[in-house]
């Protein structure tokens, strides 16, 4: 009747894009990991402490208003890592799919900063300008076939992992 395996299927570990990809995607996932963290179990949300939100000057109901949407992010950080992750360990087939995700994120990201401009230019909008063209190039690379190793294996063969 309920089929639990089909919440996670199979594992697709087959990537044949460049290493290069999958080794930065895995400092993104750090990124989104510790970004997630902050944002969500920091007691400011990281709005005073990394953002620079003069948090002192608004009123409590504000203050709360505030930290809580800092919090809402880091939510939406920390279940973008939990994804990557998964990608990663389990299903790096999904590699480019991953890539285009996050280029949209930042994508968006870009125009809403555009858009509707911060009074502080938080760290995060400097990253975004920053991550956008990189990870552009990232994604190129994971959809590029890798030339095959001298030894005919893929990156994490060695582990027991196919890339």
Not at 21 to 39: E, N, P, S
Not at 54 to 78: K, N
Not at 104 to 132: D, E, M, R, S
Not at 142 to 161: E, F, L
């Amino acid at each position: 009747m309920f089929d639990g395996s089909t919440i996670l299927p199979p594992a697709r570990n087959r990537y044949e894009g460049s290493p290069f990809a999958f080794y930065f995607l895995i400092l993104l996932a750090c990124q989104f990991t510790f970004r997630g963290c902050v944002h969500y179990f920091a007691p400011d949300g990281g709005a005073g402490i990394i953002a620079g939100i003069p948090l002192e000057t608004y009123s409590d109901g504000a203050v709360r208003t505030i930290i809580s949407g800092f919090a809402a992010f880091g939510i939406g950080h920390l279940l973008e890592a939990v994804i990557v992750w998964l990608v990663l360990v389990r299903y790096r087939s999904l590699i480019p799919l991953t890539y285009l995700f996050i280029l949209a994120n930042y994508l968006l990201g870009f125009a809403l900063f555009l858009t509707k401009p911060l009074p502080i230019v938080p760290p995060g909008q400097i990253g975004i300008y920053v991550l956008l063209p990189i990870v552009s190039v990232f994604f190129l690379l994971s959809i590029r076939k890798s030339a095959p190793s001298s030894r005919g294996a893929d990156v994490g063969a060695a582990h027991g992992n196919p890339v």
